[in-house]
């Protein structure tokens, strides 16, 4: 009866252990981060987690946690959520369209690619309105984003 008692319980610790793990940050990548806008500046180390319905961007100053970006319905920093259009209003001077942060943090192509050359590491986009004056630029593992009209720079650099 003990032993049963025993596996019971063992099966009920790998069934709790194994609900949580799912509920886990999946997918962590470090890298280099430079973030400078009109309101905000940062260059130092952080991490990019992707999990299945969120993507999070953690930055770190000095090892302590300055900054927690995560991206899912609605763009939470530090627990503070917005809409979409309304934080790339807020941080970007510009709304731009919902998933354009997700596109720079993903590497893809933005404004479903308009203006894009092909180069031999990647590839990169000028994109010219009376709003914004964006270059961007991803190759290899690197991505970096500037939009003079806004005076804002942002680029990822993996490690």
């Known amino acids: 009866m003990i032993k049963l008692l025993q596996i019971i319980f063992l099966c009920f610790v790998c069934v709790f252990l194994s609900s949580c793990a799912l509920k886990s940050k999946t997918q962590s990548q470090s890298a280099y981060i430079v973030l400078k806008t009109p ?3 940062f260059a130092d180390y952080g991490f990019l987690y992707e999990g299945k319905n969120f993507t999070s961007l953690e930055l770190y100053s000095a090892s302590k946690a300055l900054l927690e970006l995560k991206i899912m319905d609605k763009i939470c920093i530090n627990g503070v959520c917005y809409a ?3 934080f790339n ?3 970007f001077n510009y709304e731009y369209y919902d998933d354009f942060l997700q596109d720079l943090i993903y590497k893809k192509p933005i404004f479903y690619g308009k203006n894009k050359q092909i180069t031999s590491c990647g590839f990169t ?4 309105s009376k709003n914004y004056d964006i270059f961007y630029e991803v190759c290899d593992k690197n991505m970096s984003f500037s939009d003079k009209k806004s005076k804002i720079k942002f680029s990822i650099k993996s490690i």
């Open 39 to 41: 309101q905000f500046r």
């Open 84 to 86: 979409k259009t309304f």
């Open 89 to 91: 209003k807020r941080f």
């Open 125 to 128: 986009q000028n994109i010219i």
